[in-house]
């Protein structure tokens, strides 16, 4: 066991996060995310949610400062935005990571998430709950 590593992230999260560079994006997605259709690496979150995953990946992970935006959200397509995205934004906050949030429509999301370096399949209950970062350097 190593210390300060919080126990929900796995062994092979960890591992997967160490061995992402930069501008390699990763996907942390709810329970209603067709995790596996994409083709590309999928980590089981089960029984845990985003918001607790979000706090701890980001304690390890730089975000992607180069870039236009380091944070995707998966867009609703309506006025009104689901209510985690708020949790995501105060974890953001309190993190110190410099953010810029881009709103992508469903199929779009989907689109990028095929390309993306993993996707973590979590327990999440929230509806377009889902949410992309691109990593960055540490400086």
């Not at 990763?26 to 590309?40: E, R, S, T, W, Y």
């Not at 979150?45 to 995953?53: M, N, S």
């Not at 689901?82 to 199929?107: A, M, N």
């Amino acid at each position: 066991m190593l210390k300060k590593i919080p126990n929900i992230i796995s062994p092979d999260l960890m591992k997967t996060l160490m061995e992402m560079g930069h501008g390699d994006e990763i996907v942390l997605a709810d329970g209603n995310f067709p995790a596996h259709k994409f083709g590309v690496k999928v980590i089981r979150a089960d029984g845990h949610g985003i918001p607790e995953l979000l706090k701890a990946i980001l304690e390890f992970f730089p975000l992607d400062t180069f870039a236009e935006s380091n944070v995707i959200f998966m867009d609703n397509g309506s006025e009104e935005k689901p209510p985690i995205w708020k949790k995501y934004e105060d974890i953001l906050k309190k993190s110190g990571e410099p953010y810029s949030i881009q709103l992508v429509e469903r199929f779009e999301f989907y689109e990028r998430a095929s390309k993306a370096f993993c996707i973590v399949a979590t327990s999440e209950t929230a509806l377009y709950a889902n949410i992309i970062l691109k990593k960055g350097v540490v400086a």
